[in-house]
């Protein structure tokens, strides 16, 4: 039976259809609102707006589950590779072994970029933030590989390109970075050992590929490929649209991720935890800083906008660090502090009554870390991750051929109409 919702207003009754989605979500369909009452909604943050109807990942915040075309986290991370979990959310179903291969293939046949790129490199300051040079470095892509004749075409290249060509550059800058030689992709190397053999590789020490680190990048770029209408997706969406290419849209995306509060946590976290330990590690007043409301300090890696429980990813990261660490018979004295500082959050009654559990950034740097990746690189690993669910929430409105333009309203509340003062008087 189809539900309404019913709005009084100045006495009249409206009614608005209920949308209800695949696992029973509900949604009060507004569309029509403005049109019937002259009234807009206030969200702030719009945490109360599904800003769209998709069918590419479902999260359910109370039970913590996380499912890619309603394949859970959990058997994507264990079983598939990053590439067909790229796949599998950009065409919407898991490919056959050939439409795998073939996939494969344009992947490694794009993996080069143009040399020009370099000069690029070259004359940003050795210090530049590798997010900001990876956003600029997309958008300068769409210079070097012009639009295709075919729509078609054009969108299966630039997936590919994409998805192939942002791995390469994020190397390349940590490459520049270090004043070093830049590596070149290989092809006979998989997506994740590539990745690893450009980082690592130098003209004097070869890079041994291990199949346990492969095997953990894939799974920590697995957990990071999609998350349904978070900051940057959604600013993937707004810019496109406005049917702005797919470059634009993903260089956008990679400067919304570029913040603390969203993809800038994993380093956050590490920093905090550094910091803690340099002071002595004393758990407890970090908590009560959290805890302070005169004190703007947050727990990085605490708290989720969706999740009211734990997120789902943060119990595979720790896994995956876990077994990380054990394989390299290391210890990172960062792990201990986590482990610490999540058992005191957890029995605390601020994080309990807030429903702060931990985001899946709070392990992911300790993973990271054991990679050998460098903190400053952080946000940029979580960028390549998102790039399979960036491009299919892009494609997903692109396919739409009622995709309406981003164009919230607003409540006003600055001065009324006042008189232009010519500067002589005022
Ligand atoms: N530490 C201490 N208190 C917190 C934290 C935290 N990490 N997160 C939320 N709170 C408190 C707030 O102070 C607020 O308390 P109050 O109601 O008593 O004033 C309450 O919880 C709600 O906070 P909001 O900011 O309104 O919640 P929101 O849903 O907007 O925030 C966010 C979500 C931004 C992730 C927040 O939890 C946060 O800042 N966490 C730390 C940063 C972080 O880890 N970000 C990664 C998120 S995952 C991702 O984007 C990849």
Redesign the pocket.
């Known amino acids: 039976m189809d539900e309404y919702v019913k709005l009084i207003y100045k006495e009249k009754t409206y009614e608005f259809p209920v949308i209800i989605g695949s696992e029973g979500e509900k949604a009060i369909d507004i569309s029509q609102l403005l049109k019937e009452t002259g009234l807009t909604t206030v969200d702030p943050?719009f945490?109360n707006t599904s800003s769209c109807i998709s069918a590419i990942t479902y999260i359910d915040d109370e039970k913590g589950i996380l499912r890619y075309r309603g394949i859970p986290i959990e058997q994507l991370a264990e079983q598939s590779s990053f590439v067909e979990t790229a796949y599998l959310l950009i065409n919407g179903k898991l490919p056959t072994q050939n439409e795998l291969t073939s996939f494969s293939v344009m992947l490694n046949d794009q993996s080069l970029v143009h040399e020009d790129m370099q000069f690029f490199f070259q004359k940003f300051p050795r210090s530049s933030p590798p997010m900001g040079i990876l956003s600029s470095m997309v958008t300068a892509l769409r210079s070097f590989y012009p639009e295709l004749q075919t729509i078609e075409e054009e969108i299966n290249r630039t997936v590919t390109r994409l998805l192939s060509k942002v791995r390469t550059l994020a190397a390349m800058s940590y490459k520049f970075s270090r004043g070093h030689k830049v590596v070149y992709p290989r092809q006979d190397l998989s997506y994740c050992a590539n990745f690893l053999n450009m980082m690592f590789h130098s003209p004097v020490r070869s890079y041994k590929i291990d199949e346990d680190i492969v095997k953990s990048l894939n799974a920590f770029w697995v957990l990071h490929a999609d998350?349904e209408q978070?900051?940057s997706t959604s600013t993937v969406r707004m810019v496109g649209s406005g049917r702005a290419n797919l470059y634009a849209s993903i260089s956008a995306g990679i400067a919304a991720l570029w913040s603390?509060?969203?993809?800038g946590?994993n380093q956050?976290?590490i920093e905090m935890l550094s910091g803690l330990r340099e002071q002595g590690g004393k758990v407890s007043q970090l908590i009560e800083r959290?805890?302070d409301?005169n004190d703007p300090f947050?727990?990085?890696?605490?708290?989720?906008?969706v999740y009211k429980t734990y997120d789902p990813r943060a119990k595979i990261m720790k896994k995956i660090g876990d077994q990380i660490l054990k394989k390299l018979s290391a210890t990172d004295p960062l792990l201990d502090l986590a482990v610490e500082l999540e058992t005191v959050a957890l029995n605390d009654d601020y994080f309990i009554d807030?429903n702060?559990y931990p985001?899946?950034?709070f392990y992911s740097g300790i993973v990271l870390r054991a990679i050998g990746i460098p903190t400053n690189m952080f946000t940029v690993m979580f960028a390549i991750g998102r790039l399979p669910g960036w491009i299919a929430q892009w494609k997903e409105g692109f396919d739409n051929p009622k995709w309406k333009l981003s164009r919230p309203r607003q409540v006003y509340i600055g001065p009324s109409e006042t008189r232009y003062i010519p500067i002589a008087d005022r």
């Open positions: 943050g945490a998350h978070n900051c603390p509060l969203h993809g946590a956050a976290v959290a805890k409301k947050r727990l990085m890696g605490f708290g989720h906008r807030h702060l985001n899946f950034d």
